[in-house]
Nanobody
Framework: QLQLVESGGGLVQPGGSLGLSCAAS????????IGWFRQTPGKEREGVSCISSRGVITNYTDSVKGRFSISRDNAKNTVYLQMNNLKPEDTAIYYC????????????????????WGQGTQVTVSS
C-alpha cells in the first residue's frame, strides 16, 4: 500500500522551531518530487515548499523564504521540512505530497501535479 506519513507537528511559541518529516512506505521516493502544503479552515491548500527527486532543486513560497528549509534523504525514504522563526500565520495542517518525476530536476507547487498525499500534521504557533 502506497502511503505518506507526516510527523513532527505540534504547538510552538512564536519565534520557535519545528521539524516535520514525511516518510514513504510501499514505494520509493527516488523518482518523485516532494511538496509540502498547508491548509487552514476556509482556505485553499497552498504550496509551501518543494524539492526535486534528487534534492538538487528547491522552491519556497515567498512567506516562508529564509525561515523554512526542505531536504530529503532518499536512503531513508524521507523528506523533511525545518521551520524556524515560526509565526502565528504559519498555523495550519501541513501535508506532504509526491509527484512522479516529469523531467530531471523538476519541481512543482501545483496541487494537481501531485499523485499521493499524506494525512497531514497540525502545526500551531501560539503564545
Amino acid at each position: 500500500q502506497l502511503q505518506l506519513v507526516e510527523s513532527g507537528g505540534g504547538l510552538v511559541q512564536p519565534g520557535g522551531s519545528l521539524g516535520l518529516s514525511c516518510a514513504a512506505s510501499g514505494f520509493t521516493l527516488d523518482y518523485y518530487a516532494i511538496g509540502w502544503f498547508r491548509q487552514t479552515p476556509g482556505k485553499e491548500r497552498e504550496g509551501v515548499s518543494c524539492i526535486s527527486s534528487r534534492g538538487v532543486i528547491t522552491n519556497y513560497t515567498d512567506s516562508v523564504k529564509g525561515r523554512f528549509s526542505i531536504s530529503r534523504d532518499n536512503a531513508k525514504n524521507t523528506v523533511y521540512l525545518q521551520m524556524n522563526n515560526l509565526k502565528p500565520e504559519d498555523t495550519a495542517i501541513y501535508y506532504c505530497a509526491a509527484a512522479i518525476d516529469l523531467a530531471p530536476n523538476w519541481v512543482t507547487m501545483k496541487r494537481s501535479d501531485y499523485n499521493y498525499w499524506g494525512q497531514g500534521t497540525q502545526v500551531t504557533v501560539s503564545s
